[in-house]
């Protein structure tokens, strides 16, 4: 009886464990099978325009994601500089409303969202610290840390290993998915 119980102890921890591994899934197997073709259509664009001769190397995924999210931190720094209208690296609740008049209602709108979004002290004036970190915020909302990991994740599908991730290795990956389902 006693080994009875202890046998089922032990199946229910391995039925336990099981399920926890299924939660757990791989964020690369995810991406792909939620959606292939939008999977492989990404990978082989980023193929092209960040890959080498020899393919998409882990540096050229590191700098896609940099150069994303340097595009996003300057048109946000940018769109609140555009306040800074004495050029002294701050913006004043002042400066802000001498452009909201400039603007249109939905503009206005916008701008006030923004700084406030950017003032972290709450003391309605934006130092640049704060403007450089709304502009970080604005990077990394653009391309998140898991985003950038899953990127990084798809160089498991370079087949034959030297490195570098041709469109023809994300193809194939993408193809063997279709047979495993
Ligand atoms: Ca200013
Ligand atoms: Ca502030």
Do not use: C, W
């Not at 990978?43 to 020899?54: E, I, K, N, Q, T």
């Amino acid at each position: 009886m006693v080994r009875i119980m202890a046998a089922l102890a032990l199946m229910v921890l391995f039925a336990a464990n099981g399920a926890m591994a299924q939660d757990a899934k791989d964020p690369l197997a995810e991406a792909m099978e939620r959606n292939p073709a939008r999977f492989e259509a990404r990978m082989v664009d980023l193929v092209a325009g960040f890959g080498g001769p020899s393919g998409l190397t882990l540096q050229g995924i590191e700098e896609h994601v940099a150069l994303e999210r340097a595009g996003a931190r300057a048109a946000a720094m940018r769109r609140l500089l555009a306040l800074d209208l004495d050029a002294d690296g701050s913006v004043t609740q002042d400066e802000l409303a001498v452009a909201q008049r400039a603007a249109s209602a939905t503009t206005r709108g916008r701008m006030e969202r923004q700084f406030s979004g950017a003032d972290a002290d709450g003391d309605r004036r934006l130092s640049p610290g704060e403007i450089t970190a709304s502009g970080q915020a604005a990077g990394l909302a653009a391309l998140d840390d898991g985003e950038a990991a899953l990127l990084r994740a798809a160089l498991r599908l370079d087949g034959n290993g030297d490195g570098a991730l041709t469109a023809d290795e994300v193809r194939k990956a993408v193809a063997r998915l279709d047979q495993e389902a």
